[in-house]
């Protein structure tokens, strides 16, 4: 379990996390969202104690983290950036942070075979790619059994297989009781790893609670018909509060009103519908909308 | 490199094993790790090889080669070791070098994170890279340096010089001295890595402090010279009979290495307090 309460961070005069309270708890995957610049990684380095919070408190299954007597059983952490040796071996990487806890070799060579570096154990970190990187961090954070797993951008730079392995991976960290607390842009990913979730925007909270009711709250949902005359239907849905959005076929996509509706227009026009499917917004959908207003650095307009 | 991923996703644990594997931190068990990290960089043993061969190498071409050396009024047995041993003045860069990436090495990998976390208390650390740092240097300077003196007087006597043996006076110091004066130089180094946190700026104190602030001060006017016996280089060189090279005031062999000695603790001091408060 993570306890996070009041949790606030400055660099000079910008705060990069700012009065943050929320909790994780054991036996799901949480899933922690927000734009970049959000202060998803600030947090999670403030987790791991690595940077010291301007105020507030983080509590790691219940105590002050760098306290803790067995710090490698309580917590194990991938972090955004890349946090090997590139001089030294896989092998030797994952025994040096093992040592601290007296972890044994076998312990060692388990993780590694755990994380499919079996061939590459040996060679020298430093000529990884990005995804045996990302396989050897997850494999360093998995080294002491710990309580609570923290992760970073884990799938970033894996390859297919990876992704699968580290979807069934937290999956089943969670299933065994431990928390599982993981970031990430892919929000496909997301959704279908997580079963709760944090939302970050600008170093506030923005939500947090089940990926479900997140989505529901979501109101870009929208309904999608398909008609022939897709331009006419257009003309007779027009109205404050509605759009319609077209992609050059027969399919229209209108939020702002009901399936109910858009039938009843149609049909008081006479005009044909061969589908009409109202659709739940997507967690990405969800995600952008929620996160609009605290997003750090736009991308150039695409409408 | 071609590997094939095999990816189990099923079990975090493989076969059954124990709840917990991780125990509790220990200093003894950091050590562990830092002698884990320590062998396992190559550039650890080209540091330690570099400096035997520019010790014993130079050590060698000066006892080979010139005018033998004569025991004489004003030449002592300890002066004619001191004058073999000068390449411990270009040595001590490479071990300066070897201290220095001990810590800045870490920050510039990002490993520093990966140590921190397991190691959130944080100070066990540094004191495991210092007493793994020593454990290693002795010897291998010890090393150095008697293997220096056996080849340097096997061959001054062959050539018809004085024999020069470590009974004569001074001279087991100085062959000691010089094993100790490098083994601080690297905890030097090691403190510098860690207050610097870059490898080349801690490498450029390094080379000023040991090199350059000292040459400079050789050459200024006696009157305003009054601090040169205790730059630390100076000042714990008097162990080997450095001062003896270059003349001037200097202080005696084993005050001066307490000022050496003094600057490392005071560096190792600063380094430990801002470990405990800075963010990694």
Not at chain 1, 40 to 52: N, V, W, Y
């Amino acid at each position: 379990m993570i306890e996070i309460d009041g949790l606030t961070k400055r660099y000079g005069d910008k705060t990069a996390v700012d009065a943050l309270s929320f909790v994780v708890e054991p036996g799901v995957v949480t899933g922690f969202l927000g734009p970049n610049g959000a202060g998803k990684s600030t947090t999670m380095r403030m987790i791991a104690g690595l940077d010291g919070p301007s105020s507030g408190t983080v509590r790691v299954n219940g105590k002050f983290y760098p306290r803790t007597a067995a710090p490698m059983s309580e917590l194990g952490i991938l972090l955004d950036a890349r946090s090997v040796h590139p001089g030294m071996s896989a092998r030797n990487n994952l025994l040096a942070l093992a040592r601290t806890a007296g972890i044994g070799r076998r312990r060692v060579d388990e993780v590694i075979e755990l994380a499919g570096l079996g061939e590459v154990a040996g060679s020298r970190a430093g000529g990884f790619s990005l995804g045996m990187g990302q396989r050897l961090g997850v494999a360093a954070a998995l080294l002491g059994r710990p309580q609570t797993v923290v992760l970073d951008e884990p799938v970033n730079g894996l390859d297919p297989d990876g992704v699968r392995w580290i979807r069934l991976l937290l999956k089943s960290l969670a299933a065994e009781g431990r928390t599982v607390f993981v970031s990430s842009h892919l929000m496909s990913e997301m959704a279908q790893t997580a079963t709760r979730l944090v939302v970050l925007g600008r170093g506030k909270l923005i939500s947090q609670g089940s990926v479900e009711d997140f989505v529901d709250h979501a109101t870009t949902g929208g309904v999608l018909v398909r008609t022939p005359d897709t331009v006419r239907l257009g003309q007779l849905l027009a109205a404050p509060g509605i759009t319609v959005m077209n992609d050059g076929t027969d399919l229209l996509r209108v939020s702002g009103t009901t399936a109910e509706q858009i039938g009843a227009a149609a049909w008081r026009a006479h005009l044909p519908i061969y589908e009409l499917t109202p659709t739940r917004a997507s967690l990405e959908e969800a995600f952008m909308q929620v996160t609009k207003d605290s997003i750090e650095y736009h991308a150039g307009a695409t409408q | 490199m071609s590997a094939v991923m095999q990816t189990r996703p099923a079990s975090t644990h493989g076969a059954p094993a124990p709840a917990t594997v991780a125990g509790p931190v220990t200093q003894v068990r950091v050590v562990r790790a830092e002698w884990t990290k320590l062998r396992a960089l190559r550039s650890t043993w080209w540091c330690a090889l570099t400096a035997v061969v520019l010790i014993v190498g130079l050590g060698a071409a000066i006892g080979g080669s010139g005018a033998p050396y004569k025991i004489s009024a004003g030449n002592s047995a300890a002066g004619g070791v001191t004058i073999s041993l000068v390449g411990i003045l270009f040595a001590q860069l490479v071990l300066g070098m070897l201290g220095v990436l001990a810590f800045s090495g870490e920050y510039a990998t990002g490993m520093i994170r990966a140590t921190l976390a397991v190691v959130p208390s944080r100070l066990p650390v540094l004191w495991a890279k210092l007493i793994v740092l020593v454990a290693f240097m002795l010897p291998l300077s010890l090393l150095a340096a008697v293997a220096e003196f056996f080849v340097a007087t096997a061959l001054e006597s062959s050539r018809g010089g004085s024999a020069i043996t470590l009974t004569d006076p001074g001279v087991l110091q100085e062959v000691i001295g010089a094993s100790l004066y490098l083994t601080v130089i690297a905890v030097t180094g090691l403190a510098l890595g860690a207050l610097l946190r870059r490898t080349a700026a801690g490498l450029a104190v390094f080379a000023a402090v040991f090199l350059v602030v000292p040459l400079v001060a050789a050459y200024l006017p006696a009157s305003i010279k009054g601090f040169a016996p205790y730059l630390p280089s100076n000042a714990g060189g008097t162990i080997w009979g450095a001062g003896k090279l270059f003349g001037g005031q200097q202080l005696s062999p084993w005050t001066g290495f307490a000022v050496l000695c003094g600057y490392a603790v005071m560096l190792t001091g600063l380094a430990a307090w801002q470990l405990r408060r800075r963010d990694a």
